[in-house]
Structures are given as C-alpha cells and as structure tokens.
C-alpha cells in the first residue's frame, strides 16, 4: 500500500504570497493532519480534517486554512506568507478506528524570502 | 493542555549498546495514547512504538521497548544492540482519546537527536 505522498517537496515563496499545498493519504485513511516544524517551535498541531470537514484546529492565525476533498486528499493553503512560515510541513494520515496511529508523509519544506 | 517534555536534547553511543530516551508528560486525561516516532535525516517520521495508557504491560517491538510509568507521567524508550540506522531525531507524542471518529492532535516533545557511532 503507498504511503503518504505530499506535494511539492520543495517550495520557496517570498513574502506576501500565498501558497497550497497537498497531501494525499493511504488508501482507505479518512482523517488527515497537518503539523508545522521548526527548529525554534518544534512540531506543532495545524489542523485535522475528517469526512472534509474540520474537526480541530491548532494556535495558528486564520492565514492558515485547509480542506479535505470527497477522496480525502487534503489541501492547506498559507495566505500572505510571513519569514517566520519558513518551515517543514508535514502530513499524517490515519485509520478511522483501531490503533490510533499516525502516518506521515515526508513533508513539504517550504522557505519565505 | 497537554505537554511533553523531552530533557536530553542529544545523546550519542556506540553501536551495540543500549541507550534510553527519556520523556515526561503532563496531564489530566485518564484515557490517552503515547508515541515514540523516529525522523531520520531523510526526514521522513516514523512510527516507531506505541502504548496505550489503560495497558499496564510495556509495549515491545524488537529492538524497541518502553517503561511506562503512568503514576510518575514517565514514557522512557529503550533502544537495545543499537545500530547505524538507529541515528534519527525522536520524539515522544502523546494523544488523548476520543470516542469520535477521526484523529486526535498529537502533542510533541522536542525531541532527542541519537547518534549512533560506529
């Protein structure tokens, strides 16, 4: 089964842009995540969208939005792009029920000039 | 509001040895899960074991193993016979359960970069 797939890899924006950036998940996974990582902030909660709708949301400015399509891949858009957005994004992927697990994706690096 | 926290911002050992990461949380939930993930330098996150905080009997999986210590809110992973491609950054998560469908927020510590010498 393919794992998590983000796209793009790589992204590099400049200040008061706005960028969108995709997830799709493991075949038969209806919940998607979206975690920040920083060197500075460490890994922190985004959002999760379940069914496309969202079901819980992070500490992050409304800049920061997402949406989840009837296949379950999974969008998240970043509006008016600040330095400080600089970071790893990254993607999980889980089961409805059972485990509790979370399967990332490898992540889309995303650099603000 | 949960937290975790992780105290040894770097450990280093030779390969063979067994090495402990240590992790402690915080919380007032009864019912939660705890994670350990390992992000080697090809960044890609891992999962690497998992416990469930009713199960009193420590999660195993081959080299792998934790000591949980839920009075204490201890979550401590051991690495045993470590090798090269154990050097990885790993961080404890702790999630919360929900009887609602759908995925919980994991809360990360900040995690202990391992080195494994050869």
């Known amino acids: 089964k393919a794992g998590v797939t983000q796209t793009p890899r790589y992204l590099i924006k400049t200040r008061g842009q706005q960028v969108t950036l995709s997830c799709s998940p493991i075949s038969g996974h209806r919940s998607v995540s979206w975690y920040q990582q920083t060197p500075g902030q460490g890994l922190q909660f985004l959002f999760e969208y379940f069914s496309e709708t969202q079901r819980n949301k992070g500490n992050f400015p409304g800049r920061f939005s997402g949406r989840q399509f009837s296949n379950s891949r999974s969008e998240m858009n970043v509006s008016t792009l600040e330095l400080g957005d600089s970071a790893l994004y990254l993607c999980?992927?889980?089961?409805?029920?059972?485990?509790?697990?979370?399967?990332f994706g490898p992540g889309t690096r995303l650099t603000v000039l | 509001a949960q937290t975790v926290t992780q105290s040894q911002p770097e450990m280093s050992v030779q390969e063979a040895e067994t090495v402990t990461l240590s992790c402690t949380y915080d919380?007032?939930?009864?019912?939660?899960?705890l994670f350990w993930y390992k992000q080697p330098p090809s960044r890609q996150m891992i999962l690497v074991i998992r416990q469930e905080a009713y199960k009193q009997q420590n999660a195993t999986e081959n080299r792998f193993s934790v000591n949980f210590q839920k009075a204490a809110k201890s979550f401590s992973l051991k690495i045993s016979d470590s090798q090269l491609g154990d050097t990885a950054m790993y961080f404890c998560a702790f999630m919360k359960h929900s009887e609602r469908q759908g995925a919980q927020k994991l809360v990360f510590g900040q995690g202990t970069r391992l080195t494994i010498n050869p």
């Open positions: 999980a992927s889980s089961y409805v029920r059972g485990r509790n697990e979370q399967f």
């Open positions: 919380t007032s939930e009864s019912n939660y899960y």
